[in-house]
T-cell receptor, first 113, second 112 residues
Framework: AQKITQTQPGMFVQEKEAVTLDCTYD???????LFWYKQPSSGEMIFLIY??????QNATEGRYSLNFQKARKSANLVISASQLGDSAMYFCAMRVAGNQFYFGTGTSLTVIP | NAGVTQTPKFRILKIGQSMTLQCTQDMNHNYMYWYRQDPGMGLKLIYYSVGAGITDKGEVPNGYNVSRSTTEDFPLRLELAAPSQTSVYFC???????????FGDGTRLSIL
């Protein structure tokens, strides 16, 4: 069975500090993709970062990086230098064979001034 | 560019009624998706399409139907609405399965 797990319902971080949001996944497909999306309180879904299962290096996009540990089946999101605008829900998602997508239940991040 | 446009933004239905949620994208994306998001939960895939004339089921397809007659449009049909279908529905599109998905603003649907 395909599964995405986010075990942190809520996280707090001080402004300008770094924070790690956890994501573990379970699939038997050799080829898969991992995504992180941000959902502010306004409700829209915003793409942050992508990691392919065959990518050798961890993905980075500006202040976002993905700590991909294939053997442990984890794909944690690291946000550096947190900003007040980073306060939002963050969802980890997985694409498996047949273009099926699975989302985790999300982590609510609050950045404290 | 408008991106992904969903209509309506809000709708209240009575049990047993039917309706179509509209989704249009102007980015010439081949891949289109319909998700539902229940309160406090992540998104669940209802149906997806990899091109005009091709659709396939996602994780939670029961009670829904889709069609893809053009690249731009991917409507979602609810037949015989049930309270369990109360949710926020998101349409999304992408160039490829491993490319970022662009989401619409969502449709908040209540079935009473």
């Amino acid at each position: 069975a395909q599964k995405i797990t986010q075990t942190q319902p809520g996280m707090f971080v001080q402004e300008k500090e770094a924070v790690t949001l956890d994501c573990t996944y379970d699939t038997s497909d050799p080829s898969y993709g991992l995504f992180w999306y941000k959902q502010p309180s306004s409700g829209e879904m915003i793409f942050l970062i992508y990691q392919g299962s065959y990518d050798q290096q961890n993905a980075t996009e500006g202040r976002y990086s993905l700590n991909f540990q294939k053997a442990r089946k984890s794909a944690n999101l690291v946000i550096s230098a947190s900003q007040l605008g980073d306060s939002a829900m963050y969802f980890c998602a997985m694409r498996v064979a047949g273009n099926q997508f699975y989302f985790g239940t999300g982590t609510s991040l609050t950045v404290i001034p | 560019n408008a991106g992904v446009t969903q209509t309506p933004k809000f709708r209240i239905l009575k049990i047993g009624q039917s309706m179509t949620l509209q989704c249009t994208q102007d980015m010439n994306h081949n891949y289109m998706y319909w998700y539902r998001q229940d309160p406090g939960m992540g998104l669940k895939l209802i149906y997806y399409s990899v091109g005009a004339g091709i659709t396939d089921k996602g994780e939670v397809p029961n009670g829904y139907n889709v069609s893809r007659s053009t690249t731009e449009d991917f409507p979602l049909r609810l037949e015989l609405a049930a309270p369990s279908q109360t949710s926020v529905y998101f349409c999304a599109s992408s160039y490829h399965a491993d490319q970022p998905q662009h989401f619409g603003d969502g449709t908040r649907l209540s079935i009473l």
